[in-house]
């Protein structure tokens, strides 16, 4: 039997703290609420489980306060049979949060105090240089420090791992990152903020991979929500087609894309043949409600790919 493959994910652990309601408020306003429930979230962490559960070997690393938030995540995550040998207890500050507010379209808004977070340091990730070597595939995102997010990316570089990063709280990027990456999935508005191109359809999508690649990253998947996922290898795109589903929940549906594509990816599959395995992962995904909760199992997955 072929073994799994192992995929590095670097980043961010929350505690998801979610209202839902009829709709979400605007500026000023206060909408009350329905159900409350707390769920493990961060994207780091979401994109860690969503591999595991697709069928990698996950090591993660990040930093998670000593409170009982962290305590709960580490048991959440081992649960899923990550490798949390890398992760670091923070003694001075508290864990991560997320304050999620989700419609019954489905449709969120999410505030994050970073806490613990935000203190992840190219040094932390130096004691880890074992978990890179080992690695298929490194996944990054944008809740950790840009510094430490580019100390991963050329430490992945410098032992040929492949590095994939959701840039995900958007922000610009820096001329020496962009060069390392390997695999970009931003969704529209990411996309939109990257390249100043509005993402609307396919041929702007085409439009805002093309400007990715000018800046070195020779992969790029743009999520596009219910319409799929366009992707480009080496300027040559198509679309994803999306599933006709009724959502419920589209919290972490871009860390599930990202963590499930990242195994795909390290199995060995072409990169569209990958996006259409993640593509379906995200559409299960936004039929649950929460972040982790929603991520589904390699089953599931193949068994959606099948009938779906």
Known sequence: MKAAPSVLVIGSSNTDLTVRMDRLPKPGETVLGGHFSTA???KGANQAVAAARAGATVTFIARIGRDPFGDQALVDLAADGIHLEFVIRDKSTPSGVAL???AASGENSIAVASGSNGQLTPADLKKARQAFVKADALVLQLESPLRSVQAAAGMAAA???PVILNPAPAQMLPKSLWRRISLLTPN?????LLTGITVKDRSSAASAAAAIHAKGVPNVVITMGSR???VSAQ????MVPGYKIKPLDSTAAGDVFTGSLAVALA?????FEAARFANAAAALSVTRLGAQPSAPRRQEIERWLAHG
């Open 40 to 42: 493990a979230g961060g």
């Open 100 to 102: 999620i507010f989700v």
């Open 159 to 161: 032992t040929g791992v």
């Open 188 to 192: 529209e508005h990411e996309a939109e």
């Open 228 to 230: 799929g996922a366009f």
């Open 235 to 238: 300027g040559s795109g198509k």
């Open 267 to 271: 199995e060995g599959r072409p990169l």
